[in-house]
């Protein structure tokens, strides 16, 4: 079946504590996403990848970093987490770019993030 | 700038009303449109998508949109909301020839229908 997982699901830390989400997707897709979604803001990009190796900041890129060393993984790494970013976080794969013809993005199941 | 309006923030209904979700853009091009839906809980899942040809587009579960260009809108109507609707309603768009393969959304809308 095709997809995206994300993992985890949910997670609860503490500001500071370094910690990765993880991003598959088995589509063999070349672009990737992360978004975080906030009441009232809808979903805003934080960094997308366009191919192995190859990433760059979307529209709130600060306090994450991601890495694309494979084509199948995307993680989104938060080196010192902070209470404002406790959100809801979407990973995001599509063949190509989102405004070609034909091209839709294909959605994880999202990771629900609280930082204390 | 790119931007997605969405001009209701949370709509009520009863069952068996109508709805009609208003989205509206700023691109200064082609675009690829999308909505998706957000069930309580769950992950985003395309309603529907609108890429050229008919500007009348259906999706799942008896929605439909109309692209309409000179409107710069892309409204999703659905003729008789059930109460399994209730769930969060998002407007996207992609720019034509954007590289950063980037989705623009709209703020989202909160459809609650009671039965």
């Known amino acids: 079946e095709a997809q995206v997982t994300q993992n985890p699901r949910y997670l609860i830390t503490v500001t500071g504590k370094k910690l990765t989400v993880t991003c598959s997707q088995n589509?063999?897709?070349?672009?990737m996403s992360w978004y975080r979604q906030d009441p009232g803001l809808g979903l805003r990009q934080i960094y997308y990848s366009m191919n192995v190796e190859v990433t760059d900041k979307g529209d709130v890129p600060e306090g994450y970093k991601v890495s694309r060393k494979e084509k199948r993984n995307f993680p989104l790494i938060l080196e010192s987490p902070s209470p404002n970013q406790t959100s809801l976080y979407f990973c995001?794969?599509?063949?190509?770019?989102?405004?070609?013809?034909?091209?839709?993005?294909?959605f994880g199941q999202g990771t629900r993030l609280t930082v204390v | 700038a790119q931007s997605v309006s969405q001009h209701n923030h949370h709509v009520i209904l009863s069952e068996a009303a109508s709805l009609e979700l208003g989205c509206n853009y700023s691109y200064g091009g082609t675009v690829n449109l999308f909505w998706y839906v957000q069930y309580p809980g769950q992950h985003l899942q395309l309603l529907l998508k609108?890429?050229?040809?008919?500007?009348l587009v259906k999706g799942i579960k008896g929605f439909e949109a109309e692209f309409i260009k000179s409107k710069f809108s892309f409204n999703l109507r659905k003729p008789s909301v059930q109460w399994s609707d209730t769930a969060e309603y998002f407007c996207a768009v992609g720019g034509r020839g954007s590289t950063l393969g980037r989705l623009y959304f709209g703020r989202g809308t909160q459809l609650t229908v009671w039965p």
């Open positions: 995001a794969s599509s063949p190509g770019p989102v405004g070609d013809t034909n091209t839709e993005a294909f």
């Open positions: 589509m063999n897709h070349e672009y």
């Open positions: 609108y890429f050229s040809g008919d500007p």
